[in-house]
Structure formats: C-alpha cells, structure tokens
C-alpha cells in the first residue's frame, strides 16, 4: 500500500484517470471508480510526479522523479526509458518547456544538489546548468512559461534556501530573486493580462510573483 505523496488528473490515450506516487517507491493510476489501472516500481523514492508529451510515440506520459533519476512511463504502465542510464542522480523537481524546436516537450528536471537538467526523449541531456553549490540549494520546485521581458519561454526553479532562479530555454541563467524560505511549490497564471504570466510560488507564506515588474 503506502501512503500517497503525490498526485496528478490527466487524460492518457485511454481514459481520463489519476496518478499518484506512493511511499516507498510506487507509481500507480486509477480510474474514476478508485480502481487501480496500474502501478510500476521505480525502485526509488518519488519525490515529484507530472504527465506530458515527452516521446513522440506514446501520447501522455507520467514522468517521474526519484532519488535514483527519471522514469518516463507510458499509459499502460510500461517503463519507456529512465535517465540516467546508468548511475544515479537525485531529481526533486520536474517541468516541461520545448528547448530543442521538436513537436515534444523536454523534461526539465532539477537535483538535490542544484543542477538543472534539460533531457530530451532519447533520453539525452540537452544541457545541464549548475547552480550554486552552497548547501541547501536542492531545487524543489520548477514550472515554464512567459515569465518575464526576455524572450521566452523561461524557465523558474524554486531552491530550498529560499531563491527562485530565472533561466532561459537554453540554460542560461537569467536572474535570481531572495525569498525568506524554502520555495516548495511553483506555478503559473494570467493574473495581470497585459504583463505574460505571473508566477505563484508557496514557501512560508503564498506569494504571487510578477517578474515582468521587477527592475531591469
């Protein structure tokens, strides 16, 4: 059984359903009814979960990030590929943005220990970024979009000492913004229609971040 840690709604190629991470190290999708679909072992902890078009063969995807690395599951319950290969890397966040110009999106994953990770469908790394490797950088959160003046998409990464990263598609850093705690959750919304999309962050408190009214 296990207790749930996290949970996405999605349509697969089959049926609208659920898809939850559980403790210790399981994926698992139910249906409207609460009956279990599926579930695969990914052998490691989960710490994120989300669904999107990451393979150009499958539709939907459930993508999940472990302390071992990322599993890219299909609707059926079938593992499609893990990154790394070989070895592991402690992923604790995933996003999606188009980096590569492919019709799928990249899986944009961040690390324990503040690296940021752009991973195509092969899998392969686009690019890798390196943040700053003072303790407490682990990045927890990450979410794409029109964020700021920059030609976008951008990408924000949500770091346990509190900062909230700014990079552009191709990894490049951008700008860094202090909070007072640990950013936990990161998303995003048309708040302000005039000025692209502002960022909802949850730490200590909720916050609503407009990147497009900071100064230059």
Avoid: C, H
């Amino acid at each position: 059984n296990g207790f749930m840690t996290r949970g996405r709604s999605y349509v697969s190629n089959i049926r609208s359903e659920i898809v939850v991470s559980k403790f210790p190290s399981v994926v698992a999708a139910y249906n409207s009814s609460d009956s279990k679909l599926w579930n695969y072992s990914t052998s490691d902890r989960p710490y994120d979960i989300k669904v999107a078009d990451v393979d150009p063969n499958t539709g939907n995807e459930v993508v999940s990030a472990t302390k071992g690395g990322i599993y890219v599951i299909d609707s059926r319950g079938n593992i499609i590929n893990s990154f790394p290969e070989s070895g592991d890397i402690w992923f604790r966040s995933l996003g999606f943005t188009q980096v590569s110009g492919e019709p799928e999106e990249e899986i944009i994953g961040g690390t324990d220990s503040g690296e940021i990770y752009a991973i195509n469908s092969t899998p392969s790394t686009v690019w890798q970024t390196d943040l700053d490797s003072s303790d407490s950088t682990a990045v927890l959160s990450i979410v794409s979009g029109n964020l700021s003046k920059e030609s976008g998409p951008e990408i924000a990464a949500g770091l346990e000492n509190g900062s909230i990263v700014l990079l552009n598609s191709q990894g490049t850093v951008i700008d860094s913004y202090a909070r007072n705690s640990a950013i936990d959750s990161l998303d995003t919304g048309q708040v302000d229609s005039m000025n692209g999309e502002e960022l909802g962050l949850s730490s200590s408190k909720a916050e609503i971040f407009n990147l497009y009214n900071l100064p230059e």
